[in-house]
């Protein structure tokens, strides 16, 4: 598996923090990226879409900013391929607990909880998208040879590369979307036609 990206989002925790520290030691320091604000994590997350991350994000913050609320739901805009564990020092009230699964959060955790059960809802969140059948899809095309050259034409005529599909996949375009579900119902359709052996 390729690199994952640990982004967290949160405007009270220093670089030093033990949580920062084990992430570190655990997938790399090059790999864990830290926004205090959430404008700031909200534009990482939009600039590297291809990327694969799961986001820790805190649910407040100054009046001046944008709350978790509002930087799930622009997230959820672009893509819903990228696991983002909510992380609050507050209970959610009903309503806020409703808006966050209508927006996919993948979990909830205390900000209270110790690192070691922080640690593992992350991990948690990084082996779902291995499971993801998008992902899936994504890791084949990584291991492919020249991935610039095309490998797929559209019935409009479009040429993609392996590169290109990844791409359109992690963005979640129509094209992505459109080979993702002709992918799963060839894959559904030779499972129960006995062609294939799980």
């Given at each position: 598996m390729?690199?994952?990206?640990?982004?967290?989002i949160?405007?009270?925790?220093?670089?030093?923090?033990?949580?920062?520290?084990?992430?570190?030691?655990n997938?790399?320091?090059?790999?864990?990226?830290?926004?205090s604000?959430?404008?700031?994590?909200?534009?990482y997350?939009?600039?590297?879409?291809?990327?694969?991350?799961?986001?820790?994000?805190?649910?407040?913050?100054?009046?001046?900013?944008?709350?978790?609320?509002?930087?799930?739901?622009?997230?959820?805009?672009?893509?819903e391929?990228?696991?983002?564990?909510?992380?609050?020092?507050?209970?959610?009230?009903?309503?806020?607990?409703?808006?966050?699964?209508?927006?996919?959060?993948?979990?909830?955790?205390?900000?209270?909880?110790?690192?070691?059960?922080?640690?593992f809802?992350?991990?948690?969140?990084?082996?779902?998208?291995?499971?993801?059948?998008?992902?899936?899809?994504?890791?084949?095309?990584?291991?492919?040879?020249?991935?610039?050259?095309?490998?797929?034409?559209?019935?409009?005529?479009?040429?993609?590369?392996?590169?290109?599909?990844?791409?359109?996949?992690?963005i979640?375009?129509?094209?992505?979307?459109?080979?993702?579900?002709?992918?799963?119902?060839?894959?559904?359709?030779?499972?129960f036609?006995?062609?294939?052996?799980?």
């Amino acid at each position: 598996m390729t690199n994952i990206h640990i982004v967290i989002i949160d405007d009270n925790i220093p670089n030093t923090d033990p949580l920062i520290r084990k992430l570190e030691k655990n997938y790399g320091k090059e790999n864990i990226h830290l926004f205090s604000t959430s404008q700031d994590g909200l534009n990482y997350l939009l600039d590297n879409l291809i990327q694969r991350m799961v986001v820790l994000l805190d649910i407040r913050f100054p009046a001046t900013e944008k709350d978790g609320h509002t930087i799930l739901q622009e997230l959820r805009k672009k893509t819903e391929l990228i696991p983002v564990v909510i992380w609050s020092a507050n209970e959610c009230s009903q309503n806020e607990f409703i808006d966050f699964l209508k927006n996919h959060a993948f979990s909830f955790i205390k900000q209270d909880a110790s690192t070691q059960e922080i640690v593992f809802e992350l991990e948690k969140a990084i082996q779902s998208t291995s499971s993801n059948v998008d992902i899936a899809i994504e890791q084949w095309l990584e291991k492919q040879d020249n991935k610039d050259n095309t490998m797929l034409v559209s019935k409009s005529g479009n040429n993609y590369s392996a590169n290109d599909l990844i791409k359109e996949i992690r963005i979640q375009t129509d094209e992505g979307k459109h080979l993702v579900s002709n992918i799963n119902k060839l894959t559904i359709d030779l499972l129960f036609r006995g062609q294939e052996k799980i």
